[in-house]
């Protein structure tokens, strides 16, 4: 199982700064993927990256894979009360298993 | 469309008593996968079905824990007796075509505390 390390553990900021939370592993990722769990529901799926070096975005936020695969990082711009939520990284070790790190809670302040 | 249902959503019992979270999954879906999460070691699989068959368990953590899948459109898992340290949120989640490839949805979870 990869260990997945996430950094920071915890994020408070003012509305429309920007953020960046990270995701590492001393191991070579096959895929990574993101999720967003609000507070009392389920995480919910927000990226899938599998190619080294590949960046992906959806609306304000940025999703990087590390060009050797072992580590990843989201970046929010113009964050939003909204955005407030735990974000988890996750690897899969075989074809249905998901591995998690502890996650970031990112709390963004009006 | 319903996404995964799961109830209660939230259980407070005591030590000793036994507990059964319920889990629907998203109709069509034939995977299914209950989950833990505390604050201490984060989300955790738990055991995964696959068309109702368990395929791997090593993550329950003892005996006192059983997952069933008796048809495609619902799951139970059944702590007995309660210890205060399985208090969590469970998540039960699914996904479509063999082998969880695709994406996990997840329900909204149980929050169990035992006291």
Not at chain 1, 3 to 21: A, C, D, H, R, Y
Request: a neutral charge.
């Amino acid at each position: 199982t990869q260990l997945l390390e996430q950094s920071p553990q915890f994020l408070s900021i003012q509305e429309g700064e920007n953020l960046t939370v990270y995701c590492n592993s001393s191991s070579v990722f096959s895929s990574l993927q993101w999720y967003r769990q609000e507070p009392g529901e389920g995480p919910v799926l927000l990226v899938t990256v599998v190619t080294g070096g590949e960046v992906k975005k959806l609306k304000r936020l940025t999703f990087q894979f590390g060009d050797a695969r072992k580590d990843s990082s989201l970046h929010i711009t113009a964050a939003q009360p909204g955005d407030t939520g735990l974000y988890l990284c996750a690897t899969r070790s075989n074809d249905y298993k998901l591995s998690f790190g502890a996650g970031t809670t990112v709390t963004v302040r009006a | 469309d319903a996404g995964v249902i799961q109830s209660p959503r939230h259980e407070v019992t005591e030590m000793g008593q036994e507990v059964t979270l319920r889990c629907k999954p998203i109709s069509g879906h034939n995977s299914l996968f209950w989950y833990r999460q505390t604050m201490m070691r984060g989300l955790e699989l738990l055991i995964y079905f696959n068309n109702n068959v368990p395929i791997d368990d090593s993550g329950m953590p003892e005996d006192r824990f059983s997952a069933k899948m008796p048809n495609a459109s619902f799951s139970t898992l059944k702590i007995q007796p309660s210890e205060p340290r399985d208090s969590a949120v469970y998540f039960c989640a699914s996904s479509s075509r063999g082998g969880g490839s695709n994406e996990q949805f997840f329900g909204p979870g149980t929050r169990l505390t035992v006291l």
